[in-house]
């Protein structure tokens, strides 16, 4: 089996094969976290980045010096562990009122309308057109009702965005998130109905970018780079302009690229000088942007991503807020390609807000005979005899219509329809 190691930067040297980096994705300048270290400019990018921390595979190039290595690091396989063990005791699932099935073809509906909404309020402000904000008042009462109703179905379908579709459906998707977040807080009616407005609009200084640097898909110049760190003092503007914007709406949309330790932008503000708001907003932006499709990388697996998340700890979130996301999409997020015991390849079906570590799974694999199966539906909480002993990265393995088994044919062709 191969054993992966972890290394400070500080011992990184070319020709290691990196796998993964341990910090933020917005704490370094690679767009791919998996590549072999060839160019002593990269090595000294990463040596300069906030990045103390990295994974290295000693098969797919050099290992650390023995002399170097740091006998204490923890395996990749003893900190999974400790962090699933973590979240698994703290996450507490929303209850449901409709069952995934009824709501999916619902929530893709709203996918499509709400996209249509975001990208006329969009369209207004790249003209330097004042934005109507109460536009978007009926579709996010429309997101908050499907959230009410199930929030894994709006959820995690606008995380299944391609292309063009991530600015519009990225919108939707944290709006959805900090909708469900809010009720997973107690927050009062009021609050989570700002929250969900706030959510469709935090990105909106992004209509003061180019389109081009937007699409961009290679590595960002520091140049580059300083201009997409503007765009929440572009947006704040835009929403201060419009009139009458509440004010959840303006401190999602100035602060959720703030971080607990003060390392975030634009204003490099740290703990108690952030808001709940700014928190919330924080988690449920960097949890969809890390699962979704980009022009410049590929998403991660929604369980992989909480997993690096909770690894990236209390210095990015507040732990509070983190515990809340987890409750909201699951331990085993819906599209998690998971391994069973048995040696099956599954992917998270339905169940996961019902026993957040027995899920309702559909085996597609099994890697005893390295083979497909025909896909079949496993109630982990009703079968005893099989249970989840790992994630898997979906991109490691070659399994077509992974979500179809969990969204179905009918609901993804509605929700790519989305103009």
Known sequence: MRELKKITTDQLR????????????????????RFRLASAGDLEALRRSPVTELWIDPTRGLDVDETEA??????????AERIERELLAHAAPLTVAETLADEL?????????????VDAVFAAARRGDRVDLHALQPVANAIAAS???????????ARLKRGNDYDRLHAVAVSALLCALGRALDLPAAECEALTLAGLVHDIGKA????ALLEKAGKLTPEEFALVRTHPLAGHDILAQAGDTDPISLEVCLHHHEKMDGTGYP??????ALSRYARMGAVCDVYDAVTSERAYKAGWDPATALRRMADWGSAHFDADVFRALVGV??????????RLESGLLAVVSDGAMRHADKPIVTALYCTQRDAPV???????????????????????????????????AETLQALRATP
């Open 14 to 33: 070319l020709g290691m094969f990196v796998t993964e980096l341990c910090g933020s994705w917005t704490d370094h300048p690679f767009w791919n976290t």
């Open 70 to 79: 740091t006998p204490s690091a923890p395996t990749r396989a003893a900190c």
């Open 105 to 117: 073809p619902r929530a893709a509906r709203v996918c499509r309308d709400s996209a249509r909404a």
């Open 147 to 157: 959230v009410t109703r199930n929030a894994q179905a709006l959820t995690s379908l």
């Open 208 to 211: 003061a970018l180019p389109a």
């Open 267 to 272: 204003h490099a503000l740290a703990g108690a």
């Open 329 to 338: 999409v699951g331990l085993y997020p819906l599209g998690s390609l998971v």
């Open 374 to 408: 025909p896909p079949r539906r496993l109630d982990l909480a009703a079968n005893e005899s099989d249970r989840i002993v790992a994630r898997e990265d979906a991109s490691l393995w070659r399994l077509p219509q992974l979500d179809e088994a969990w969204a179905g």
